[in-house]
């Protein structure tokens, strides 16, 4: 990703806000709330009083999107198919920083529906496997009330994917290097 | 039907049971009973029969998963309605590269009319956000949803639908019209298939191009 947060560090003003504490607000019907996690170890880190997310360059048109994964593929062809506007990565939300103010940890949703002004990031996992998703969840929530993100669990890819009788490739990554490729998905910088 | 008969997920059938009992025999578990379908399809029409009094509202199916629940609804509703019905072409391996198109139109106007569309179950909305974008085009004196299953926590668009029968959770189901690879459909009952049944199929490698 061009716009990568690691190249592009956001420099933001002295505060030691505990973000990581208190109860992230979940969207109805979207977001299931994993068990609440411990209180963040960057507590002291610094963040910008008004976090500012990222426009990554518009991918559209004949420029080839590489999908990380088949089940990416596939949604985006029924998107397609029901002529729903969406757009690839569109933007990064830098959500954690470190005393510097370096962005440390960033989620890019895999799409955002234009019409309905709503990102969504897939996931393959198994729901044992996507507490740091979910955690990242809570944070984009948290600094950033006004975006809607909707995190389709596995469970939701394997019943479009039978619904269609297309995904091939739903399954759970199984190996430590396949549960962190799918972690790293869309240049999401991690802890 | 005896007692026994409506709390068995197998109904009354008649002659040789063999091949519904293969049916029945790839459900994994019964979520919904035909006895507990049948109720509540009655509560919706006597409350749509109610609400639509006076109105001669225009019942609106997409077709094919929603005839069985059309046919018992249409039959629950004790005011003057009428009834048509909607093609759209599925998304599938045979239609990947084309876009959602209508194959069969209404045959009745729904200028001025109080349209209620009947749909079988709503889930993340895409081919029901179509579908209603169509329709609203024609001028409706009125556009509401009712549908007999929803999942809510599947849903990617907000669309209002009037009339819930039941919740489903994000789980696949079929019976009561609901199909998997087009079978299932004559069941009185809505369920879960067992694993085995679904056959996983290989998505195509490569990559595509461009956004819609």
Redesign the interface.
């Known amino acids: 990703m061009d716009a990568s947060p690691s190249e592009t560090p956001m420099k933001g003003t002295k505060d030691s806000a505990h973000y990581a504490e208190g109860s992230a607000q979940c969207a109805e ?2 977001v299931e709330c994993a068990e609440p996690e411990p209180t963040s170890t960057l507590a002291t880190s610094t963040r910008p009083q008004r976090p500012q997310p990222i426009r990554n360059p518009k ?9 990380s994964h ?2 990416e ?2 949604f ?13 990565e569109p933007t990064t939300f830098p959500l954690e920083w470190d005393e510097e103010g370096h962005v440390i940890t960033a989620f890019s949703p895999d799409f955002y ?1 234009v019409s ?1 002004d ?1 990102y ?1 990031e897939l996931t393959t996992m198994k729901q044992s496997l996507v507490k740091k998703k979910n955690r990242k969840l809570r944070l984009l929530h948290e600094l950033y009330p006004d975006v809607r993100c ?1 995190l389709m ?1 596995r ?2 890819v ?13 399954r759970e990554p199984s190996t430590e290097g396949e549960i962190e490729a799918e972690e790293e998905n869309g240049s999401e910088l991690d802890e | 039907m005896s007692d026994r008969a409506k709390d068995s997920p197998t109904p009354p059938v008649v002659g040789n049971r063999e091949g519904y009992n293969s049916l029945v025999d790839d459900i994994d578990e019964v979520l919904i009973t035909a006895e507990q379908i049948q109720a509540r399809v009655a509560e919706m029409g006597a409350q749509i029969s109610v609400e639509y009094a006076g109105k001669d509202p225009l019942l609106v199916g997409v077709l094919r998963g929603v005839f069985v629940f059309m046919a018992d609804l249409v039959r629950t509703i004790t005011i003057p309605i009428g009834v048509d019905f909607i093609g759209i072409t ?4 045979s ?2 590269k ?3 198109r209508f194959t069969k139109d209404l045959e009745t106007s729904i200028q001025d009319r109080h349209v209620l569309f009947v749909e079988d179950v709503v ?2 909305g ?2 029901l ?2 579908i209603l974008r169509s329709l609203q085009t024609r001028e409706p004196t009125s556009l509401k949803v009712c549908a007999l299953f929803s999942k ?7 669309l209002e639908v009037a009339y819930i029968g039941f919740e489903l959770a ?3 189901v079929v019976g009561y019209g609901l199909d ?2 087009e079978r299932y459909r004559n069941l009185p009952f809505v369920g879960v298939l067992k694993d085995r049944v ?1 056959t ?4 195509p ?1 490569g ?6």
């Open positions: 019907g979207t991918q559209h048109g004949d420029e080839a999107i590489p999908f088949p089940s593929e596939a985006a062809r029924v998107l397609d198919f029901y002529q729903i506007q969406w757009e690839r529906l309905e709503l969504i909707k669990y469970k939701d394997m019943n479009l994917a039978v619904k269609y009788g297309l995904f091939g490739d739903t | 599925r998304y599938g391996p239609a990947q084309g876009v959602v889930d993340t895409m081919s956000r179509y809510p926590h599947s849903r990617l668009f907000d994000d789980r696949f998997y690879d679904i996983r199929r290989k998505l490698t990559t595509q191009s461009g956004s819609a």
